[in-house]
């Protein structure tokens, strides 16, 4: 970094708008209760190179574990590790009842993929339904359009009826 870059970071860091974010961002992290331990890593790339080679997984429980403990295993606070055990608590109560963390997923999977079938029944149905809508307009317009122009025709039928009467009727008063 040369001097002017220097120069210009250090201005930064005094202008009155960084100091009154810092204290911000000072007092919002002092009410933080539970802090992680990954830094910049996200909670996703740490699953990922956290993960099972087997299984191609790892539980949300032990991802919390890893992500809440220094690297000599002692919990971050008292409530991370209280979160923990009822995470653990809750994977254990379902492996119990037969239902891994990957089956669990799995059966999530499954439910959203019906979800999604269903969903494109839906819109599927929505499209005939429109175009249904559509053609029904369409043949009213028509019957209105052809009721029109019956009725149009039977006026006109008629006009030309009563002047066919009205000049028989003048050549009777003529005679």
């Known amino acids: 970094m040369n001097k002017e870059e220097w120069t210009h970071v250090c201005d930064l860091f ?16 002092a009410k933080l209760k539970i802090v992680h331990t990954s830094g ?19 539980s949300p429980a032990l991802l919390y574990k890893k992500m809440h403990t220094n690297k000599d295993g002692m919990w971050t606070s008292e409530d991370a590790q209280e979160n ?37 029944e839906h819109e599927a149905l929505l499209v005939k339904w429109s175009d249904m809508e559509q053609t029904k307009r369409e043949h009213l317009q028509m019957m209105e359009e052809q009721q029109w122009k019956k009725d149009e025709q039977l006026m006109q039928m008629m006009a030309e009826q009563q002047w066919k009467k009205d000049e028989e009727h003048q050549k009777m008063m003529e005679e």
């Open 84 to 120: 923990f055990e009822k995470m653990e608590a809750l994977q254990l109560q379902h492996e119990s009842k037969g239902n891994s963390y990957t089956e669990r997923l799995e059966e999530a999977r499954l439910q959203i993929e019906e979800i999604r079938a269903r969903q494109l």
């Open 14 to 29: 005094a202008s009155e708008e960084f100091q009154r974010r810092s204290a911000i961002n000072k007092e919002n992290r």
């Open 40 to 58: 910049a890593r996200s909670f996703q790339r740490a699953r990922a190179l956290l993960k099972n080679s087997k299984s191609d997984e790892i």
